[in-house]
């Protein structure tokens, strides 16, 4: 998908985005691949939306958590945590 919008093949989607409900459905979707390793969520409840395609988001996130999970050892422990900034966040 991101060699198609690079070569202006397919454009992302822009909508309003829960990034702690994208995290989440990663990591319940990761969960079972862990392999021994524990992913901690570290989410406020009060983060404002973002604007970017959803889909796009998801994989960014399964990206970072793929890495994380290849880099560490058995019964290592990985750390997903997000804030909020003062300035608006987008993404294109």
């Not at 994989?59 to 422990?77: C, E, L, T």
Request: proline letters at 5%; aromatic letters at 6%.
């Amino acid at each position: 998908d991101l060699a198609r919008i690079e070569a202006h093949q397919a454009s992302p989607r822009v909508e309003s985005c829960s990034m702690a409900m994208i995290v989440e459905s990663v990591a319940d979707r990761v969960a079972r691949y862990l392999g021994g390793r524990t992913l901690e969520l570290d989410i406020p409840e009060d983060l404002p939306p973002i604007f970017g395609d959803r889909f796009l988001l998801e994989q960014m996130v399964i990206q970072v958590v793929d890495n994380a999970w290849k880099s560490g050892v058995r019964n290592s422990f990985h750390s997903v945590a997000m804030t909020s900034a003062s300035a608006p966040f987008n993404t294109s």
